[in-house]
Each structure stands twice: as C-alpha cells, then as structure tokens.
C-alpha cells in the first residue's frame, strides 16, 4: 500500500521515517517546496507541492490543525484513506462533516492519537481496567515551552492526549471542570488542570503544562485493590499494594508492608504500532484503534475545557 505524508514539519517527518521503515512510504507533499525535497531525498521517493499530483493509496495529514479539514476532505472525496494527526479538526462542525464523508465514500478515516498505540496503556486496559473496580485515574503531561507550537494551546497539543487516553480507558466524559491561563504564551492557554466527570460515575484529573523544565509522561490509577503508575516514556507500569497479614486470632488482618511490582514491557515505539494499525484496517476494511469519532470526541471535551476555564464553571458534554 502506497503511502504519502502531507506535511514535511516535526511530525511529518517522523511519519515519512515509521513509513520507510515499513516499506509504505511513496512521497512527501508540502507548500514549502525545499521541506518537501529535503525529506524525499532523505528516502528516496517522490516529492510535490500538491498531492493530487502523486500516485498512492492513503495519505497522512500532518500540517497545522486550521488546515487538517480541506486537507482530509479534498482526499476523501478523491477516495484516498487518510490519517489525521491529532488534533482532529479546528471546530466539531468540521469534525462531523469529515465523518460523514468518509462513510458515504467507503474511505477508512483514523486519528494520531500515538499514546493510545503505547504499549504501557495497553497493558493498563486489559490488567487493570479490565478486572479491577477503579475509583479514579489522574495523568500529568508537562514540559518546557515549544517555541515550534503557534496554532494552539497546551490543552489541544497535549492535553488531548490524556483527554483520549482516559475516555479509552474509562467511559464517556459527560462534564469537565477546568482552570489554567497563560503566561508566557502570547495568545493561547499554556497551563491548565482538567477535572473529568465520566459517564460511570468516576473521576479522571489531567496536569499540563509548557513551564516544567522536566518532560513527565505519566498515568495513575487507584482501584480497590491497588494504586497503579504507568510511565509513557519508559513504557513501565508499577502497581503497588497492601501486603496483608492474618493475626493469630483471625479476628482482623493488619498492613505490615507494601508490595510494589515493576513491570518494564517490551519497548515498541507507539507511531509505529499507529501506522501499522492503520494499514490493518485499510487492508482489512476495519476500523482502527482509534477513529474520527473518537478524535472529535477529544477535540470537543478539550473544546469543553476551555470553555470551562474561561467562564470558571463546570461544562457539560453535549
């Protein structure tokens, strides 16, 4: 299957590389014409200012949100299957346009949300979700500032990420409650904290911020039995648990010590189980792991978020 990637930036770049890798990659397509040259000479292929100009199967959106939408449409309408990076769309209206037309032309349509590919929150759904009875879930996703980030906030670039992540692992996010602001970004938030109401009745927080000058990727979970660390980066989990001990009379059973269990899973790097996903599903005519509905589902509870730090109230998931 012939492949292209639209957008030679940060991730386009990383999408041309997993691609290569993988045999698929059949040309690069950017506005800035020396991008474009500078990547398709690094594998070998072709390179266009205009996709329409290439031969190839399915495409890979990663240029600026504002433009993700008539980028996706005009290839869906060519019958082209597309993968759109994260963020989905600029607007929910986009969004569900997008969908729609994907569906009416038989086209397979995913969303990069690469942490939802992480070996770590895999484990974490099918070891933990899955069989324990989980009271709440936090994650904190903080760096320093991007000076490369221009078109959003740090709740679209990567709070969303945590926003899919824990609706992946939970259930519907029926309200949020946040609060943040700005302080060295000139127009948008670049701290925020995200209090996520689910539809099961649990809670979920989300950290994220541009002013920690270290880069933490990291999950927690607390259960009924246990409390749960994933680490995105190290694709480690840790669990942590009570070590009970029975007294001579049986009457009460008393913690005398934790027991902490480290798990290091096998390394995989998540774009490119997201790019094998993919294939998967335009190959086998499946949905992938993670679709256009569950992108714009992140795009309007992050939508949400903002809302909610602009009016200092709670904001329901409509």
């Known amino acids: 299957m012939k492949i292209i990637v ?15 890798s993988l045999g698929n990659l059949a040309g690069i397509v950017d506005t800035n014409e020396e991008a474009a040259k500078d990547v398709a000479k690094k594998y070998g292929v072709e390179w266009s200012n205009d996709f329409r100009k290439m031969d190839f199967d399915a495409a890979v959106v990663a240029t ?36 729609d037309l994907a569906k009416n032309n038989n086209v397979i349509m995913g969303v990069g949300h690469v942490e939802r590919h992480n070996p770590m929150v895999e484990f974490i759904k099918k070891n933990v979700i899955e069989s324990t009875n989980v009271i709440s879930v936090g994650a904190k996703r903080v760096s320093g500032f991007p000076s490369r980030i ?44 995200i209090l996520l109401s689910f539809k099961n009745g649990k809670s979920g927080y989300i950290e ?3 002013h920690t000058p270290k880069k933490i990727r990291k999950l927690w979970i607390t259960t009924d039995k246990n ?13 942590s648990s009570d070590k009970l001990e029975v007294d001579e009379y049986n009457a009460y059973r008393m913690s005398i010590d934790l027991n902490i269990r480290k798990i290091n899973l096998k390394k995989e790097e998540p774009l490119r189980r997201e790019m094998q996903d993919f294939i998967n599903a335009v190959e086998n005519r499946t949905q992938p792991l993670v679709t256009g509905a569950d992108g714009l589902e992140a795009v309007r509870i992050a939508k949400a978020s903002l809302k909610s730090i602009k009016c200092g109230c709670p904001v329901e998931i409509n």
């Open 6 to 20: 639209i957008g030679a930036g940060v991730m386009g770049k990383n999408h041309a590389r997993v691609l290569n």
């Open 150 to 193: 221009r078109d959003v906030g740090v709740v679209m670039d990567l709070g969303v990420h945590d926003i899919d992540v824990l609706r992946y692992l939970m259930s519907e996010v029926i309200e949020v409650y946040a609060r943040g602001g700005k302080i060295k970004h000139e127009k948008y938030e670049d701290h925020a904290s």
């Open 208 to 210: 994220t911020n541009w």
């Open 227 to 239: 409390y749960v660390e994933g680490d995105y980066m190290a694709q480690s989990v840790e669990i």
């Open 64 to 99: 600026p949100t504002v433009t993700h939408y008539s980028i996706a449409k005009s290839l869906i309408e060519e019958g082209k299957h597309v993968l759109v990076e994260k963020p989905f769309v600029h607007n929910i209206e986009e969004g569900e346009t997008l969908i």
